[in-house]
């Protein structure tokens, strides 16, 4: 297997840092996992890479697994960057069209981009990445494909995300110090959604959001465009936390108790006991627990709804919310979500990735392999693009030298 034929996506989170390398073959449906792995996070808070040795030697650990495994050396990876200093602005960007026939070109299209990336940004802030929204030419909005139209003015609607430049250093610093290359990094929900949500979904108007243990992420389309992004510090390691103090145990014994017996609403009264490392009981009551879980995911879920509202979108997305993340395993969850946002809700999965079907955990490690493949199969066919070209010159150039011999 050549080091080209596999996609490796590095998922670095607050909990675990997890690395999925896989391929997909052209008589294949589903992506083929060559290897997959996790491992306890250190050196990282609320999705901030805030110590990159530590990160760095975790990676290194998951990378010589998976070259044990696979028996192929891994130099490149697609990683994920975290963390609520992330946020998202809209902006503005008009240019004159260049060409003689007044033909939207390539040329302008990145001229006008670039041109609504030129803003101030506060301090040690930088663009993390940009997303067309709409291009208007003389006037005339709500242009999406904007190639070859004729006219004098180009603008172009833009919605630019951004982040903390020293935090994106940290994370460059730990990934390179493992010994990867970074092929690309792309923002947490966004990889989520490549795996979890379809081009429908995103044509109607749908929001994403991806419960990690540091962070949650929320990532909402329309019209197959991003139209907004935002980042809590809030997550399921929060409400592990708040079980300790309630239950006043410790953390350890505060995630079995949330995931053998936690849920986002009440079932009938009664008192569950579970043994604790120091062999003794702790007995609570499934009433106290819910009321605390449920406290904490409400938190999340107000933050979703101030977001929404932001851009107006409240109770307004015809596909509903798409939950997905580690987090949002919590029994009953879809029941709260519906109940708080008066959205239509489901469970968002990956899908293609025989094995992962129900690991909502690995979402944002596999839409970087999706992203990865995408990529990889958009390099194949520019290649494959180019030598038709050459051949169809080389072709007329044969053709108009036997047409000189032709009486």
Same mark, same amino acid.
């Given at each position: 297997?050549?080091k080209?034929?596999?996609?490796?996506?590095?998922?670095?989170?607050?909990?675990?840092?997890?690395? @999925?390398?896989?391929?997909?073959?052209?008589?294949?449906?589903?992506?083929?996992?060559?290897?997959?792995?996790?491992?306890?996070?250190?050196?990282?808070?609320?999705?901030?890479?805030?110590?990159?040795?530590?990160?760095?030697?975790?990676?290194?650990?998951?990378?010589?697994?998976a070259k044990?495994?696979?028996?192929?050396?891994?130099?490149?990876?697609?990683?994920?960057?975290?963390?609520?200093?992330?946020?998202?602005?809209?902006?503005?960007?008009?240019?004159?069209?260049?060409?003689?026939?007044q033909?939207?070109?390539?040329?302008?299209?990145?001229?006008?981009?670039?041109?609504?990336?030129?803003?101030?940004?506060?301090?040690?802030?930088?663009?993390?990445?940009?997303?067309?929204?709409?291009?208007?030419?003389?006037?005339?909005?709500?242009?999406?494909?904007?190639?070859?139209?004729?006219?004098?003015?180009?603008?172009?609607?833009?919605?630019?995300?951004a982040?903390?430049?020293?935090?994106?250093?940290?994370?460059?610093?730990?990934?390179?110090?493992s010994?990867?290359?970074?092929?690309?990094?792309?923002?947490?929900?966004?990889?989520?959604?490549?795996?979890?949500?379809?081009?429908k979904?995103?044509?109607?108007?749908?929001?994403?959001?991806?419960?990690?243990?540091?962070?949650?992420?929320?990532?909402?389309?329309?019209?197959?465009?991003?139209?907004?992004?935002?980042?809590?510090?809030?997550?399921?390691?929060?409400?592990?936390?708040?079980?300790?103090?309630?239950?006043?145990?410790?953390?350890?014994?505060?995630?079995?108790?949330?995931?053998?017996?936690?849920?986002?609403?009440?079932?009938?009264?009664?008192?569950e006991?579970?043994?604790?490392?120091?062999?003794?009981?702790?007995?609570?009551?499934?009433?106290?627990?819910?009321?605390?879980?449920?406290?904490?995911?409400?938190?999340?879920?107000?933050?979703?709804?101030?977001?929404?509202?932001?851009?107006?979108?409240?109770?307004?997305?015809?596909?509903?919310?798409v939950?997905?993340?580690?987090?949002?395993?919590?029994?009953?969850?879809?029941? @709260?979500?519906?109940?708080?946002?008066?959205l239509?809700?489901?469970?968002?999965?990956?899908?293609?990735?025989?094995?992962?079907?129900?690991?909502?955990?690995?979402?944002?490690?596999?839409?970087?392999? @999706?992203?990865?493949?995408?990529?990889?199969?958009?390099?194949?066919?520019q290649?494959?693009?180019?030598?038709?070209?050459?051949?169809?010159? @080389?072709?007329?150039?044969?053709?108009?030298?036997?047409?000189?011999?032709?009486?």
């Amino acid at each position: 297997m050549a080091k080209t034929d596999f996609i490796t996506g590095l998922d670095i989170g607050s909990n675990t840092i997890k690395i @999925l390398t896989a391929k997909k073959s052209p008589d294949l449906v589903d992506i083929e996992i060559l290897f997959q792995g996790e491992e306890p996070s250190l050196g990282i808070r609320k999705g901030v890479v805030i110590d990159p040795i530590k990160v760095s030697e975790t990676i290194q650990s998951l990378v010589k697994n998976a070259k044990t495994e696979t028996g192929q050396d891994i130099d490149s990876v697609y990683v994920n960057i975290n963390g609520s200093h992330i946020f998202s602005t809209s902006s503005h960007g008009a240019i004159a069209i260049s060409r003689a026939d007044q033909k939207v070109s390539e040329e302008d299209i990145e001229r006008v981009l670039q041109a609504a990336q030129t803003f101030s940004l506060p301090a040690n802030k930088e663009i993390l990445d940009v997303f067309p929204r709409e291009f208007i030419v003389d006037g005339e909005k709500g242009i999406k494909e904007v190639l070859g139209i004729e006219g004098v003015r180009l603008e172009a609607e833009v919605l630019v995300l951004a982040g903390f430049s020293p935090y994106k250093k940290n994370l460059v610093q730990a990934v390179l110090g493992s010994g990867l290359k970074i092929s690309d990094i792309i923002i947490s929900p966004l990889a989520s959604s490549f795996a979890v949500l379809s081009q429908k979904q995103k044509e109607l108007g749908v929001a994403l959001l991806d419960i990690g243990a540091g962070t949650s992420s929320l990532a909402v389309f329309e019209e197959g465009d991003l139209i907004h992004l935002a980042i809590f510090p809030i997550g399921s390691s929060n409400i592990t936390n708040d079980i300790a103090i309630g239950l006043k145990t410790d953390i350890d014994v505060a995630e079995r108790i949330k995931i053998e017996y936690g849920s986002c609403f009440p079932g009938k009264e009664k008192k569950e006991k579970i043994e604790t490392k120091d062999e003794e009981s702790l007995v609570f009551s499934q009433k106290m627990l819910c009321k605390i879980i449920e406290a904490r995911v409400s938190e999340i879920f107000e933050e979703t709804q101030k977001e929404l509202k932001k851009i107006s979108k409240q109770e307004l997305l015809p596909t509903g919310l798409v939950l997905t993340g580690a987090g949002a395993k919590l029994p009953k969850i879809i029941d @709260l979500a519906k109940k708080e946002l008066k959205l239509p809700c489901r469970l968002g999965k990956p899908s293609g990735f025989v094995g992962l079907e129900k690991e909502m955990a690995f979402s944002v490690a596999c839409g970087l392999v @999706l992203k990865g493949l995408e990529v990889k199969e958009t390099e194949h066919w520019q290649g494959n693009g180019y030598l038709l070209r050459i051949i169809k010159k @080389l072709g007329n150039r044969i053709k108009k030298a036997f047409s000189i011999l032709i009486p």
